[in-house]
């Protein structure tokens, strides 16, 4: 079975700062990799999604995130944020083959003035 | 208009009473899902469907039932509610086409407490 790991469930972080939001996976197999975003009492949105190809995949609002299959992390990132980033960040993961998909327990963005 | 939609958005009931959530999509999409969301848990699985005839559950399925009654409509059911039950609930469909990776689209929650 495949879990998620969040490392870090909030990180602050200044305005125009950039930030790192770690994401780990357990997989013997091969997985496609997710972050969706939360924004305050509205649903998830996705952000970017790792399929195949290039590791490092660009997604909506300047966020990036990189593929390791070595390390088995997929790591979100952004060089400057806004306040408007603010927000609830959830990696998840599913298998090709597969039938569901696990979510991680969720990183809460702060963007500080 | 938003592609997939829950009714209601809020909710608060008592200990005991039975209550429907309800999902609607527009996407065409044969899957469906209902999660629930907990602070510091994020979203746990509890039941999903793959087309009007196949239900399975999720990782959490106690103290719940579904009913997928046409590809578009997919309801959540307690049948006793209980305050541990309190939590947000979140309808998604995904896209089973091959490459898309089995991608979820999300409804905007619905928010039950129980007293």
């Known amino acids: 079975a495949q879990s998620v790991t969040q490392l870090d469930s909030q990180v602050p972080v200044f305005e125009e700062a950039p930030v790192e939001l770690r994401c780990n996976y357990s997989?013997?197999?091969?997985?496609?990799l997710f972050w969706y975003v939360q924004y305050p009492n509205q649903g998830l949105q996705l952000l970017l999604k790792y399929l195949s190809g290039s590791t490092l995949v660009k997604g909506i609002n300047g966020f990036e995130a990189e593929f390791n299959k070595s390390q088995t992390s997929f790591h979100l990132r952004k060089p400057s944020v806004h306040i408007s980033d603010t927000a609830e960040y959830f990696c998840a993961v599913s298998r090709p083959t597969g039938n569901q998909f696990y979510f991680g327990t969720g990183t809460s963005l702060t963007v500080i003035p | 208009d938003a592609d997939v939609t829950q009714t209601p958005r809020n909710r608060i009931t008592k200990t005991g009473k039975r209550i429907m959530l309800e999902c609607s999509q527009t996407?065409?999409?044969?899957?469906m899902y209902w999660y629930r969301q907990d602070p510091g848990l994020g979203l746990r699985l509890i039941y999903y469907?793959?087309?009007?005839?196949?239900?399975n559950k999720g990782e959490i399925s106690d103290g719940y039932s579904v009913s997928r009654q046409a590809q578009a409509k997919f309801s959540l059911s307690l049948e006793s509610a209980i305050p541990n039950q309190t939590a947000l609930y979140f309808c998604?469909?995904?896209?089973?086409?091959?490459?898309?990776?089995?991608?979820?689209?999300f409804g905007p929650g619905t928010r039950l407490t129980v007293t």
């Open positions: 997989s013997s197999v091969s997985v496609y």
């Open positions: 996407k065409g999409h044969d899957r």
């Open positions: 469907s793959f087309d009007v005839k196949d239900i």
């Open positions: 998604a469909t995904s896209d089973s086409s091959p490459g898309q990776g089995n991608k979820q689209y």
